[in-house]
Every structure is written in structure tokens, then in C-alpha cells.
């Protein structure tokens, strides 16, 4: 007889579907939450340069040539122009003030001298005869003076005379008169006469002096002449070493030509150009430094020179304490223009990261040291060796500062 079969409810075909479907369901939960969408680029560890993040001392600077002068140099320009007729020093030598450097010669100008310097001889000589013209009328004066009180005196006593024998009624009123009138005349005579001489010191004096004014100005103008003339000498300015001297016996030299400079041996300066985006940040008395001969220098900016010439512009530093013996003129050294004082940071080392970056994220390396990450940071200030991380590294993270050009900005570079 037959029997009803029992139907299984774990079927192997139910089983099957059962578990593909939950692996199916588990495999689409992985690719939504679980894997690792992160773009990734497989690099070799050995071919990049790493660094470790750390805390210490940074101070912010930039790196600037500057070239070697003398502190004080004098520059000897041709006052008159003229044919080089004499050397007396070649470049390079020591000079004192007032030593010889060459002579010029100007035939034109020579001539004129003779003759401007014969015209205010004359002038002069004019002029001096002028004033003894009115010393001697000063003195003229003086003798008509002296002959008028000679005869009041003599026609007063005449009236006194003649008045005694008037009253003693010996003489005639006729007599008498005429004594008193030659009396008052002689006496106004001598007023008009003082008042002549009055009249004739004031405008002596005033002559005088005017004349005195005009000889002064006849004498310096003859002066400059002779200097103008003894400028075909040019002399040494000051002590110091002659240099940029170049000339030639009958070269021809116009006025205010550059014909060399005095360089004065009494320390040196630096001078270098600065880019213009700094000129707001550069002030006088910043501090600078330099290394030579395995000693470091300091200085401080002295002079800032406003004009900004193809995109820099020029700034001079005197050293704050010794200089090495052995800088020469021209001689050019790197100098570091410090912008702060060394403070706590956290720093990490230049590298080729930044021109792809902008120092907005840099690759960190995991602490297993099999892959490293993109890290967004800040940087803030920088030099030649460190920039100074604002936010996103802590000290001791290692990272990759080589060229990142060739990663694609991956999220991640797993190491081979």
C-alpha cells in the first residue's frame, strides 16, 4: 500500500539559495560601508625622502646675497673738463688728502682766466683809486677848515678891536660895521663848512663801504677763478685706496665725469636686493647674519633705499661687532634677513611636497610604516630649512616631503 512522503523543509537546493543570497546581501553591505574607497598608488619606500615632524626652536629668514663695499667711499668726479696731461698714480694706490692724481689740461679755459683775472686787476686798481679819491677830499676838507678858523680868528680879534675903538668913539660907524660884518660872515662860513664835512663823511663812509663790498666780490671771484683753474689738479679727497681709476695720457675728460673713487679702509658694508614683496617688513636696524670661515657675522640694515627697480630693491648692512679680515671689495656672501627671533614650533624640513601642495595636506606615514595617507594641514611661516606647521602634524609623525608630481594626488601610497 502506498504512503504519503513527508516533504523536508531544509531542502539542499533551499540551503544553497539561502546562503548565496545572505553572501550576496553581505558583499553588497561591504562595498557600501565596509571597503576602502580610497584611491591608492603602489610607490617604492626607498625612492622618497621622509622626515620626521618635531618640536623645536624656528626662527623665520630668507636667504639674500650681499656684495662687499667699503663703508665710506668719496667719489671724484671731473670738476672741469680737459685733456689727461700727466698721471701721478695708477688704480689701486693709498692716497693722503690733497695728493696728486693727474692733471688736466684746458687751453680755452686758461686763456679766459688770464683774462678775467686782468679785468678785475683793473677793476681793483679802480676801485682803490676811488678811495684814495675820497681820502683826499676828506682831507681837503679838513685844510679849508683849518684856513677858515684861521681867519675867524683873526677877524674876531680885528671886532674886538674894532668894537673898543668904536665905543671909545676913535673910529667911525663905517668901521665898525665892516669888522662886524666880516665877523658873522667867516662865522657862517664855518657853519656851511661843517655841515660840508658832515655831509661828506657820511657819503665817504657809505662810498667806503660799497666800495669795500665790490673789491670783496672782485677778490672771490678772482678766487674762484684760481680754484676753477687749480681744478685741473685733481686731488685726492680724502685718505683711502684709489679705485675704478682708468685714464689715459690725452684722453679727453668732460665736466662731471666719474674718474674714479676713494675707497676709505675703515670697515666694510654689505649691500644686497631684497625682493619687493618684503619692503613692508624691512625696517632699519633689523637684524641679518652670515657665516664665513666657520664664524657667524651680524649686522643690521643701516639704509633702506626707497626706489624699487626691476622688482627689488637695494638695502645696506654695517656689522654689529667684528668683521673677517679677509672680505675684499665685490666679494659676495649669503646672508640670513631675519624676520623674528627663534621661538617653540612645530617644524618640519623644506621639500619638493610644497609646489604641489601649497602646504595644504601633505602624505603621512602609518606607524606600521606599509602605507601613507593624505593629511590636510596649515603652514605658516617658513625658511630655508623648516616651515612651521600651524595645525594637522603632531612631533614625531613622519612624513613624505619629496616631489609629489607623480602620485596623481592619491589618498593613499602603499609602500612595495
Same mark, same amino acid.
Given at each position: 500500500?502506498?504512503?504519503?512522503?513527508?516533504?523536508? !523543509?531544509? +531542502? *539542499? !537546493?533551499?540551503?544553497?539559495?539561502?546562503?548565496?543570497?545572505?553572501?550576496?546581501?553581505?558583499?553588497?553591505?561591504?562595498?557600501?560601508?565596509?571597503?576602502?574607497?580610497?584611491? @591608492?598608488?603602489?610607490?617604492?619606500?626607498?625612492?622618497?625622502?621622509?622626515?620626521?615632524?618635531?618640536?623645536?626652536?624656528?626662527?623665520?629668514?630668507?636667504?639674500?646675497?650681499?656684495?662687499?663695499? *667699503?663703508?665710506?667711499?668719496? #667719489?671724484?668726479?671731473?670738476? $672741469?673738463?680737459?685733456?689727461?696731461? @700727466?698721471?701721478?698714480?695708477?688704480?689701486?694706490?693709498?692716497?693722503? =688728502?690733497?695728493?696728486?692724481?693727474?692733471?688736466?689740461?684746458?687751453?680755452?679755459?686758461?686763456?679766459?682766466?688770464?683774462? $678775467?683775472?686782468?679785468?678785475?686787476?683793473?677793476?681793483?686798481?679802480?676801485?682803490?683809486?676811488?678811495?684814495?679819491?675820497?681820502?683826499?677830499?676828506?682831507?681837503?676838507?679838513?685844510?679849508?677848515?683849518?684856513?677858515?678858523?684861521?681867519?675867524?680868528?683873526?677877524?674876531? +680879534?680885528?671886532?674886538?678891536?674894532?668894537?673898543?675903538?668904536?665905543?671909545?668913539?676913535?673910529?667911525?660907524?663905517?668901521? #665898525?660895521?665892516?669888522?662886524?660884518? /666880516?665877523?658873522?660872515?667867516?662865522? =657862517?662860513?664855518?657853519?656851511?663848512?661843517?655841515?660840508?664835512?658832515?655831509?661828506?663823511?657820511?657819503?665817504?663812509?657809505?662810498?667806503?663801504?660799497?666800495?669795500?663790498?665790490?673789491?670783496?666780490?672782485?677778490?672771490?671771484?678772482?678766487?674762484?677763478?684760481?680754484?676753477?683753474?687749480?681744478?685741473?689738479?685733481?686731488?685726492?679727497?680724502?685718505?683711502?685706496?684709489?679705485?675704478?681709476?682708468?685714464?689715459?695720457?690725452?684722453?679727453?675728460?668732460? *665736466?662731471?665725469?666719474?674718474?674714479?673713487?676713494? /675707497?676709505?679702509?675703515?670697515?666694510? !658694508?654689505?649691500?644686497?636686493?631684497?625682493?619687493?614683496?618684503?619692503?613692508?617688513?624691512?625696517?632699519?636696524?633689523? *637684524?641679518?647674519?652670515?657665516?664665513?670661515?666657520?664664524?657667524?657675522?651680524?649686522?643690521?640694515?643701516?639704509?633702506?633705499?626707497?626706489?624699487?627697480?626691476?622688482?627689488?630693491?637695494?638695502? /645696506?648692512?654695517?656689522? +654689529?661687532?667684528?668683521?673677517?679680515?679677509?672680505?675684499?671689495?665685490?666679494?659676495?656672501?649669503?646672508?640670513?634677513? =631675519?624676520? &623674528?627671533?627663534?621661538?617653540?614650533?612645530? %617644524?618640519?624640513?623644506?621639500?619638493?611636497?610644497? $609646489?604641489?601642495?601649497?602646504?595644504?595636506?601633505?602624505?603621512?606615514?602609518?606607524?606600521?610604516?606599509?602605507?601613507? &595617507?593624505?593629511?590636510? %594641514?596649515?603652514?605658516?611661516?617658513?625658511?630655508?630649512?623648516?616651515?612651521?606647521?600651524?595645525?594637522?602634524?603632531?612631533?614625531?609623525?613622519?612624513?613624505?616631503?619629496?616631489?609629489?608630481?607623480?602620485?596623481?594626488?592619491?589618498?593613499?601610497?602603499?609602500?612595495?
Amino acid at each position: 500500500m502506498d504512503r504519503a512522503i513527508e516533504k523536508k !523543509k531544509w +531542502t *539542499p !537546493k533551499k540551503i544553497v539559495t539561502i546562503v548565496l543570497s545572505a553572501a550576496f546581501a553581505a558583499f553588497i553591505l561591504y562595498l557600501l560601508f565596509f571597503r576602502d574607497n580610497q584611491s @591608492k598608488l603602489y610607490v617604492e619606500k626607498n625612492q622618497l625622502s621622509i622626515a620626521t615632524v618635531k618640536q623645536d626652536k624656528f626662527q623665520e629668514f630668507i636667504p639674500i646675497d650681499g656684495v662687499v663695499y *667699503p663703508k665710506h667711499t668719496f #667719489y671724484i668726479d671731473a670738476v $672741469q673738463g680737459g685733456i689727461v696731461a @700727466k698721471k701721478y698714480v695708477e688704480d689701486g694706490a693709498y692716497l693722503e =688728502k690733497g695728493d696728486s692724481i693727474m692733471k688736466l689740461k684746458n687751453a680755452d679755459m686758461e686763456l679766459r682766466y688770464m683774462e $678775467q683775472e686782468t679785468r678785475i686787476f683793473q677793476t681793483l686798481n679802480e676801485l682803490e683809486n676811488t678811495k684814495i679819491g675820497i681820502q683826499k677830499n676828506i682831507f681837503l676838507r679838513q685844510q679849508e677848515l683849518v684856513n677858515l678858523r684861521y681867519q675867524i680868528d683873526k677877524t674876531k +680879534t680885528d671886532f674886538n678891536r674894532q668894537e673898543k675903538l668904536y665905543t671909545e668913539k676913535v673910529i667911525s660907524d663905517k668901521e #665898525y660895521e665892516d669888522a662886524r660884518r /666880516d665877523f658873522k660872515y667867516n662865522m =657862517k662860513q664855518l657853519d656851511i663848512q661843517l655841515e660840508l664835512m658832515k655831509l661828506d663823511s657820511i657819503v665817504a663812509v657809505s662810498r667806503n663801504k660799497q666800495i669795500d663790498e665790490s673789491m670783496k666780490r672782485m677778490e672771490n671771484n678772482l678766487g674762484l677763478l684760481r680754484e676753477n683753474l687749480a681744478n685741473l689738479y685733481v686731488k685726492a679727497p680724502v685718505d683711502g685706496k684709489l679705485s675704478s681709476f682708468a685714464a689715459e695720457i690725452g684722453e679727453t675728460k668732460n *665736466p662731471g665725469e666719474r674718474l674714479g673713487q676713494i /675707497d676709505q679702509l675703515m670697515g666694510y !658694508k654689505l649691500t644686497a636686493r631684497i625682493d619687493e614683496r618684503y619692503i613692508s617688513r624691512v625696517y632699519k636696524g633689523q *637684524p641679518a647674519e652670515f657665516d664665513f670661515a666657520g664664524k657667524t657675522y651680524q649686522l643690521e640694515i643701516a639704509k633702506i633705499y626707497s626706489d624699487v627697480n626691476n622688482g627689488a630693491f637695494e638695502v /645696506d648692512f654695517h656689522f +654689529t661687532g667684528d668683521h673677517p679680515k679677509e672680505l675684499k671689495r665685490g666679494l659676495t656672501v649669503q646672508m640670513r634677513l =631675519k624676520f &623674528s627671533s627663534a621661538q617653540e614650533a612645530v %617644524i618640519v624640513k623644506r621639500g619638493g611636497f610644497f $609646489q604641489e601642495t601649497g602646504g595644504n595636506w601633505i602624505y603621512v606615514i602609518d606607524e606600521s610604516g606599509e602605507f601613507a &595617507s593624505k593629511r590636510p %594641514i596649515r603652514i605658516g611661516r617658513q625658511n630655508t630649512l623648516y616651515y612651521e606647521v600651524l595645525s594637522g602634524l603632531q612631533p614625531g609623525e613622519k612624513v613624505i616631503i619629496s616631489s609629489y608630481d607623480s602620485f596623481g594626488q592619491k589618498d593613499k601610497l602603499i609602500f612595495k
